[in-house]
């Protein structure tokens, strides 16, 4: 049975998250009506990772199993297609190995995070930035985010449902980076691990929020990781401005030279 990786974009506010939820809209579930569309049947893909209600993606990856072989030049324009009416696209396509796995074989995911800071409303880029009116330090904040890099217990920046079996996780890059915009200036943060504890990118942001504001100081960012618990977290930002932005294989399925 063939099996296929596709790169997937998609705009989250209309959907519950990533994961399939009965008659609830969801990114898998949309992917998965429009490959019933092209093969009839009950389709199960797997993804790297799930993102929650509103969180975007500019390359979610996942993977399928069909029974007929296509190209995948036919097959990301046929689910394209039939994905037309919700802000779902598959951005590339390629055949792997039937042991290639979306999920087990990723060796690393990258987020991405968007802050707005105007005192004016967000009009175009409403839904797809955390909108903060105030300036924040982003010096501040990026020496903050200094003491979350490496290997560390993150149970303070921890969903208190998340699944995982440990709150141990390295973190290898948490940059921020202040960029003029047409809109005006964001906060653009870039964060890179293996894997990531549910809600800890949103937590980390929302942490070092309060460091750029003026309402820590950035050595309590360590305080707060040191204390491992949930309470000393910051407020945890929206997740509007939270995209996942890549992930990474040994073997990248979508290089030129892998087609």
Known sequence: MPRYAMKIEYHGGPF??????????????AVEAALSELEPGVHNIAAAGRTDAGVHALAQVAHCDLTQDWSPFRLSEALNYHLRRVPVAIVDCAAVAPDWHARFSARERR????ILTRRAPATHLKGLVWHIKQ??????????????????DFTTFRSTICQADSPVKTLDRLDVRSVEGDHGTEIHFDVRARSFLHNQVRSLVGTLERVGAGSWYPDQVSEALNARDRAACGPVCPPTGLYLAGVGYPDDPFA????
Do not use: F
Request: overall charge negative; charged content about 20%.
């Open 135 to 152: 300036h924040l330090d982003v010096d501040a904040m990026q020496a903050g985010a200094a003491h979350l890099i490496g290997k560390h």
């Open 111 to 114: 987020y991405h995070y968007r």
């Open 16 to 29: 519950v998250g990533w994961q399939r939820q009965t008659d609830l809209s969801s990114v898998q579930g």
């Open 256 to 259: 030129p030279e892998a087609s």
